[in-house]
């Protein structure tokens, strides 16, 4: 009886020419505390690459010796997807790309005033001078070039449209919209990708979570036009985080019937991998893959999820890789004590009783585990 059960009232997306690049292994890196090793980085690479990422950055060129290593060892794992790297708007960036064989650089500066300011101190109009400059640069050495802004969504839409058409007209295969401080909304962001997007030249969004809004922001580029989201596993990375892969591609998917050509079949086990490797402890009501997606305690709700799953779940969790738990504490009904009975081929008595011992303990404990479960029918069948 598993089944997608959404609201009919959802918006039906037109744009379905979406994609996503994750970026775990250079932003989500980022995130404080947390440094892959190469090896833990392969094995990343490889996960993503497993499930149908089509474009994986994998690093920042710049950052170190070990970083370069890194990303020129996935670079030759002959994966389907393609190699992303990250590199400022300078030649030496490009030629470092150029020594990681990798495919794509993403190319960026930072544009609003106050890091252009108190940053950057360059004028706009050298800005513009690096723009053709580097991009041609890139372009010339045969690689995918991508240019972004940083902060652009504080940056001055006039300044904004002057340097993409500059980039585009040096060479620029696609241009990016980056929220980097996570600040604008999705109304802001669906204006802004109205007003940026060039022709038939793809546009990512690349989102921060800084006010819950990433998800929200990223679906609304994607509505008015983008064609590229930037993602992380579980969302990690800077501050409160990025786009999370695993939330993105599920709400594209089952709310908007998109597909991004993900196997979200595979998005739980991924997510465990990240989580151990980046010792980011996934929180039990993390929506698609934490643990509590798809537990149930509430009496009413197992009841009705015993009868049929879609009363209280919008899609199966095979769907995902996850699995279903019915659970027993303070707020249980007798539905699961009568249901765990018949599981276990014995006689479906002593339901009341076995229900108030369980309420109790789960009042004194939280949870009540399979085995204090079993003891306390075994105790009830005794007295």
Request: aromatic share 6%; with cysteine; net charge positive.
């Amino acid at each position: 009886m598993d089944e997608i059960r959404v609201s009919p009232y959802n918006y039906r997306m037109r744009n379905r020419n979406v994609a996503v690049y994750d970026t775990t292994l250079r932003d989500g890196e980022q995130m404080p505390s947390v440094s892959f090793s190469v090896e833990q980085k392969i094995k990343i690479a490889q996960a993503l690459n497993e499930i149908g990422v089509k474009e994986i950055d994998a690093g920042f060129p710049a950052v170190c010796e070990n970083e370069r290593r890194a990303i020129k060892k996935i670079s030759s794992l002959g994966l389907d997807a393609k190699i992303l790297v990250l590199t400022r708007l300078l030649r030496e960036d490009v030629d470092l790309a150029l020594s990681c064989d990798a495919d794509v650089v993403l190319l960026f500066i930072a544009t609003s005033d106050v890091h252009l300011k108190h940053k950057l101190k360059l004028e706009k109009e050298k800005i513009k001078q690096m723009v053709l400059d580097v991009v041609g640069y890139a372009k010339s050495h045969g690689l995918i070039t991508s240019f972004s802004t940083e902060d652009t969504t504080r940056t001055s839409l006039d300044f904004l449209t002057e340097l993409y058409k500059l980039a585009v007209a040096a060479g620029a295969d696609r241009i990016g919209i980056t929220d980097t401080v996570g600040c604008i909304t999705p109304e802001g962001m669906g204006y802004l990708v109205k007003k940026i997007k060039i022709r038939d030249i793809p546009l990512s969004v690349h989102c921060h979570n800084d006010f819950g809004l990433a998800v929200a922001n990223a679906i609304a580029g994607v509505k008015a036009g983008a064609n590229i989201v930037a993602t992380t596993v579980n969302g990690i990375g800077e501050r409160a985080g990025n786009v999370p892969l695993e939330e993105f591609a599920v709400a594209m998917k089952v709310l908007y019937n998109v597909d991004v050509n993900i196997d979200i079949a595979g998005l739980t086990k991924l997510s465990r991998v990240v989580g151990f490797f980046s010792k980011n402890k996934i929180p039990k009501n993390k929506p698609i893959v934490g643990r509590n997606a798809f537990t149930h305690e509430s009496g009413m709700h197992v009841s009705g999820v015993l009868k049929n799953p879609a009363t209280y779940e919008p899609f199966p969790p095979r769907l995902v890789g996850g699995r279903r738990r019915l659970m027993l504490g303070k707020h249980s009904g007798s539905a699961v004590v009568e249901y765990k009975l018949k599981n276990a081929g014995m006689k479906v008595e002593y339901v009341e009783k076995i229900l108030h011992e369980v309420k109790l303990l789960g009042e004194k404990k939280g949870r009540v585990t399979d085995n204090e479960f079993w003891r306390i029918v075994e105790r009830c069948r005794k007295s």
